[in-house]
């Protein structure tokens, strides 16, 4: 494949430790940058990632480069315009009808790299120095983004992605497909989880447990905002504490999810799944509707577990229950609720997929040592979780791709239920945290 600049852009260099930057200039590239297109033209459609070379084929890189056509005239009336809002509104930006969510690359690379025929590569500024492109299909039906581990690196990449005019995804579905920890009541290694609720449970003040008195009768150091005891309801609320997201489409992912034949995973899952005396931790994966927990702290154990799962159903007023746990989905969806404001995205078509990587806490065998379960016990979950991300997402994939012009395309999921935050943001009144919290007066 050739690779030639486009035309009419700015260019822009490439990180050093770009892998594709390095790998082309081993292969004899000369010139190597990332072009940013200001141009009309309608056939050069987005900005992707283009190279100049002294070699006329780079057979292993092609996939991740095409070439622009630049001979046609450009349009004035393709050159878009600007909304209320002062965002610009591109005529020819891809549209997507699935956009998966990862949050790291072994997420990726096994199963949708592996799996699905990604042709393009197309870099948004503002994404992961690590991760920086969206891929997509040859007809861009379908594309997938890496956020980056931990709140601040999903916030900011999803961030980025809504507002960017190389895309429109004011009618694209989201699958968030990521690996988590699990409740072993309730899950095992390999399960699929579909969250109603992500609730993000760190966000507490927290006293070193040592420092607390005997006489508090306290579990742990963390209590909420403004509140006298560790599961006493929050009385100052920040406002991404808890989301909900569409039960209906939930429904929908679920059960096209259950007919997906799962990967069991190795000799080994079996055994330490049958160091548990109960189920379903002891059995087969199988797939699960529960929520989420989202925190930095990558926590562990009986009392956390135990406290968290309490908290979540105080906060929620016993609406949501916990069974996995990671550190993205709540930025995730604080980042795409304020997109939907603008008309950007539709908060109404975002689906959580979490499958289990490890138990949140021991077997009765090791549940005195948490500090050893945790660094020196190998659980060998994370292989089987990351192959049911896929054998478990592929048929929601192919459902609305198959389905778009009579069902996801025209809504035929949307809900009258409230979806949202604590505030309210969206409109009507949340029936989780404090119900219909008042935004704050300026």
């Not at 997938?144 to 009618?171: K, M």
């Not at 309490?310 to 989905?329: H, I, K, P, R």
């Not at 077997?363 to 050893?372: A, G």
Request: net charge negative; aromatic share 12%; with cysteine.
């Amino acid at each position: 494949m050739k690779f030639s600049k486009l035309a009419l852009g700015t260019t822009l260099g490439l990180a050093a430790a770009n892998p594709v930057k390095e790998a082309l200039a081993k292969r004899g590239a000369v010139t190597l940058t990332s072009t940013i297109t200001t141009s009309c033209d309608p056939s050069t459609k987005s900005t992707e990632t283009a190279w100049s070379t002294s070699t006329e084929t780079v057979e292993s890189l092609s996939t991740y480069t095409r070439t622009i056509p630049d001979t046609a005239e450009p349009s004035s009336d393709a050159c878009g315009t600007i909304d209320q809002y002062g965002l610009y509104k591109n005529p020819n930006a891809h549209k997507p009808k699935v956009m998966i969510v990862s949050m790291f690359g072994y997420e990726s690379i096994t199963t949708w790299y592996n799996n699905m025929e990604f042709v393009h590569n197309i870099t948004v500024p503002g994404l992961s120095p690590l991760f920086p492109w969206v891929h997509c299909t040859a007809d861009y039906e379908v594309c997938q983004f890496i956020t980056g581990e931990s709140e601040i690196n999903a916030a900011a990449t999803v961030t980025a992605i809504t507002l960017s005019p190389l895309f429109d995804l004011s009618e694209t579905y989201f699958l968030i497909g990521g690996i988590a920890g699990g409740e072993p009541t309730l899950t095992t290694l390999g399960s699929v989880t579909f969250a109603e609720y992500a609730v993000q449970v760190a966000l507490e003040h927290q006293i070193d447990s040592k420092e607390v008195l005997p006489k508090y009768n306290w579990t742990t150091g963390y209590f909420p905002y403004d509140a006298a005891d560790p599961l006493a309801f929050p009385e100052e609320w920040y406002g991404t504490e808890i989301f909900r997201v569409n039960p209906v489409l939930r429904d929908r992912a679920f059960d096209l999810a259950s007919t997906a034949e799962l990967a069991n995973g190795t000799d080994g899952n079996a055994e330490f799944r049958a160091l548990y005396d109960y189920a379903p931790a002891n059995e087969l994966p199988g797939v699960v509707k529960c929520d989420v927990l989202t925190s930095d702290t990558y926590w562990t154990g009986d009392i956390l577990s135990f406290y968290f799962g309490n908290l979540t159903q105080v906060m929620t007023n016993g609406s949501a229950t916990y069974c996995s746990t990671a550190q993205e989905d709540n930025a995730t969806l604080e980042s795409m609720m304020r997109a939907h404001l603008f008309g950007l995205v539709d908060y109404s078509r975002i689906i959580i997929m979490r499958t289990i990587s490890d138990f949140a806490r021991a077997p009765p065998s090791l549940e005195n040592d948490t500090v050893h379960f945790f660094n020196e016990v190998s659980q060998g979950g994370s292989k089987v979780a990351v192959e049911n991300i896929y054998r478990a997402g592929k048929p929601i994939v192919d459902d609305i791709l198959l389905n778009w012009d009579e069902l996801y395309g025209v809504g035929a999921f949307a809900t009258n239920e409230y979806l949202g935050d604590v505030f309210g943001t969206l409109g009507g009144t949340p029936t989780f945290g404090a119900g219909a919290i008042s935004m704050p007066e300026a």
